[in-house]
């Protein structure tokens, strides 16, 4: 019996068994439960009886399963000595976690002299050798190679066996960090889903900004990329606000895939590092200015290192996204993904443009790279009608390619489209049938014109046309504004049926700039206006939570070329400090 059906026996044994009941597993698998007490015995054994013994040949088992350096460490993370359901759980979520030390480790044992590695016999362990000869690091191997590596690893058949058959649930409103042992399961099954899945490059995307990024990754983590291809936290750089990860790619493949840089969304939690500061950097104006001031220093040292700044894509949600498109337009990034993110400064803007239109990206071997912006919004979100513009408004189609996709549920898609004055039999387009009718999470649609936008600014009006605005249209506005940031923004939709409208500036160059530059139908500015309100510096709200803001950008921003980049000025006075956390 293998390795992976000996985890499913025990999974599925486990499955009904109460978390405090203790587990004997046996060197060959075979699982022994012992009897539940009640709640008398159990009192009077945690009072009188003698501490419990360690249970050898349990610990032995996952030894051989999860290597005895790594196992050492998930033990200590346990501090228990004894084996109940609950601890063999947390046992499996742990092991499934994998980090680049975890790599080099079983690489090591692989190029080693023992006799068998972990629980293979003799004669597998002489094929798995001769399959990685000549394999001295991580990065030497092929994108096959990472994969049977990452399978010795987690050698589980299927993700329920890792939770025991407990899954964790995926709440849209949750208060994750990352801190705590639920939050690290629901991350795991994120990787395992990332593994396991050939998702599309807007899937992966998606996974990783509306389910794992403000759940914080340990610096090191090894996940999977695009095009089978895996990835792994180079560093982790914070101060003001912002929190990004510094991802690179592994494999055969990786100088082709290239390396990203993953933005942290906005965080509600005093537990969530930066968390305070993160709120502050979305009032204050210029709006997210101060994080990427702050941690300008250190991204310009990791992205002018060859090895990794050779092709960067900056991917970001909500307040992370505008922290991407400030270093978007301050250091050499080949490629900006948004995902529900809200503008930034008209002089941040301008100033990426001035940019494009010198040829000043920075990129010696990439001389005729076009750089790629893409933003992804919710048709029923309001939060990226915050800030002046999104970045790319006004750039010719020959000097970056700057899309813009709304997306929206399928079901609300129908809804909406269906006429209240007409029949249900009225007849319908033989595209919209196509696209009512497509199942999965497709894109039934990769074009938009005035009408659907039209269409998006009355589903987007919050602010009712009344005279007297504060005290009638501002609580219906703030309602609305709160139902789109609960509802609207963290919703998964991507993973879901949905329509996509696509916007680009080759065929509706007017039209895109409008929407870029928050002049369309879409945008409200009375909600930038209400933002500037509280950040201005006019509110005790504003002086407790912006008090370090600075002023506008366009008067504190110097523009110089360094390094073939542009560079913010210094920030000697902020007393913010950035912290970094590496690994690799």
Not at 150 to 163: C, M
Not at 245 to 273: D, K, V
Not at 564 to 583: A, H, L, Q, R, T
Request: glycine residues 6%; charged residues 25%; aromatic residues 8%.
């Amino acid at each position: 019996m293998t390795v992976a059906s000996q985890l499913t026996r025990i999974a599925d044994q486990l499955r009904s068994v109460h978390d405090d009941q203790t587990v004997h597993i046996q060197d060959d698998g075979a699982i022994t439960i012992e009897t539940r007490l009640s709640w008398i015995r159990r009192w009077f054994s945690c009072c009188c009886a003698r501490p419990p013994q360690e249970d050898t040949p349990t610990y032995t088992y996952f030894q051989k399963v999860f290597g005895a350096k790594r196992m050492e460490r998930i033990q200590h993370v346990l501090a228990s000595k004894t084996y109940t359901k609950a601890n063999v759980e947390k046992v499996f979520v742990h092991a499934s976690e994998v980090t680049y030390f975890d790599f080099e480790e079983l690489l090591e044992e692989i190029n080693g002299s023992g006799q068998s590695v972990r629980f293979y016999t003799q004669d597998e362990t002489r094929t798995l050798r001769s399959g990685f000869s000549g394999r001295a690091t991580v990065r030497e191997c092929t994108q096959a190679q990472l994969s049977s590596l990452y399978q010795i690893l987690v050698p589980f058949e299927r993700i329920e066996h890792i939770f025991l058959h407990n899954v964790p649930r995926f709440d849209q409103i949750t208060g994750d960090t990352g801190k705590q042992y639920a939050c690290m399961r629901r991350r795991v099954f994120v990787y395992e889903e990332l593994r396991r899945n050939a998702f599309s490059e807007k899937r992966w995307v998606m996974e990783l900004t509306k389910k794992l990024v403000f759940r914080e990754m340990p610096p090191g983590l090894v996940f999977a990329g695009l095009q089978g291809s895996f990835c792994a936290i180079q560093e982790v750089v914070h101060g003001g606000g912002s929190y990004k990860y510094f991802i690179r790619s592994l494999g055969e493949r990786a100088r082709e895939i290239g390396n990203f840089i993953l933005y942290r969304n906005m965080m509600l939690s005093w537990s969530a590092t930066d968390g305070i500061r993160s709120v502050a950097d979305g009032l204050r104006h210029p709006i997210a200015s101060l994080g990427p001031r702050l941690t300008f220093e250190r991204t310009a040292a990791i992205l002018q290192d060859p090895t990794f700044g050779h092709k960067v894509t900056a991917i970001g949600i909500s307040l992370g996204g505008a922290h991407a498109q400030h270093d978007a337009c301050f250091h050499r990034i080949h490629r900006l993904i948004t995902v529900v993110a809200p503008g930034v400064s008209d002089i941040i803007n301008q100033i990426y443009s001035a940019k494009l239109w010198r040829g000043r990206l920075g990129y010696e071997e990439y001389a005729n790279v076009i750089p790629t912006i893409e933003h992804y919004l919710e048709v029923d979100d309001l939060v990226d009608g915050v800030g002046d513009t999104h970045l790319g408004a006004g750039i010719e189609a020959n000097r970056a390619s700057v899309q813009v996709h709304f997306l929206e549920p399928l079901e609300n898609y129908m809804v909406l489209e269906m006429p209240e004055h007409k029949e249900p039999e009225v007849k319908v387009s033989e595209e919209k049938k196509s696209e009512v009718q497509t199942p999965g999470p497709r894109e039934e649609r990769q074009f938009a014109v005035q009408a659907d936008i039209d269409r998006i600014g009355r589903m987007r009006k919050a602010f009712p046309d009344r005279r007297c605005v504060w005290i009638c249209s501002l609580p219906f506005g703030a309602l609305k504004f709160l139902k789109a940031f609960i509802v609207a923004h963290p919703r998964y939709t991507a993973m879901e049926p949905h329509v996509q409208l696509t916007l680009n500036n080759k065929g509706e160059s007017p039209l895109l700039q409008a929407v870029l530059a928050h002049t369309s139908p879409i945008h409200d500015r009375r909600w930038e206006r209400l933002r500037r309100l509280l950040s201005s510096g006019q509110s005790l709200l504003a002086s407790c939570f912006a008090s370090c803001s600075c002023s506008c950008l366009k008067a504190k921003v110097r523009v110089h070329q360094a390094r073939g980049s542009i560079c913010p000025i210094n920030n000697e006075n902020n007393n913010v400090k950035m912290e970094v956390k590496s690994s690799i």
